[in-house]
């Protein structure tokens, strides 16, 4: 089974940065897309950043573009979530994702990132960041 942990999380100060990371098992995250989705309080739950599986193509929305950057490494099967210059908007639980994305010699999907929370089969159980004012 897939099996995904974050960790990074914590409490930090407006303007403040956090890195969040995420570790991901077994051993084939090469071929997941990967993201990172949050959900504040009385908010759906919204993509905040996506790497497609070969890391070539990155996805951020308004929200997020500019201040956050995601990134992986298939050596480590880690996924991380660089935040900068966040705010109170910014807090929430923030998961881990993964969308099985495997080559397809009929598409091209190397590039492909995944926009959509339902898009996502495998979630990791979140971790809580907090901006204070």
């Known amino acids: 089974q897939v099996q995904l942990v974050e960790s990074g999380g914590g409490l930090v100060q407006a303007g403040g940065s956090l890195r969040l990371s995420c570790a991901f098992s077994?051993?084939?995250?090469?071929?997941?897309?990967m993201g990172w989705i949050r959900q504040a309080p009385g908010r759906e739950y919204e993509v905040v950043a996506a790497?497609?599986?070969?890391?070539?193509?990155?996805y951020y929305p308004d929200s997020a573009k500019g201040r956050f950057t995601i990134s992986r490494d298939d050596a480590q099967n880690t996924v991380s979530l660089q935040m900068n210059s966040l705010t109170p908007e910014d807090t929430a639980i923030y998961y881990c994702?993964?969308?099985?994305?495997?080559?397809?010699?009929?598409?091209?999907?190397?590039?492909?990132?995944?926009?959509?929370?339902?898009?996502?089969?495998?979630w990791g159980q979140g971790t809580q960041v907090t901006v204070s004012s």
């Open positions: 994702a993964a969308a099985f994305n495997p080559p397809n010699p009929n598409h091209e999907s190397s590039s492909r990132v995944y926009t959509e929370s339902y898009t996502y089969r495998y």
């Open positions: 077994p051993s084939t995250f090469s071929l997941y897309a």
């Open positions: 790497i497609s599986r070969t890391g070539s193509n990155s």
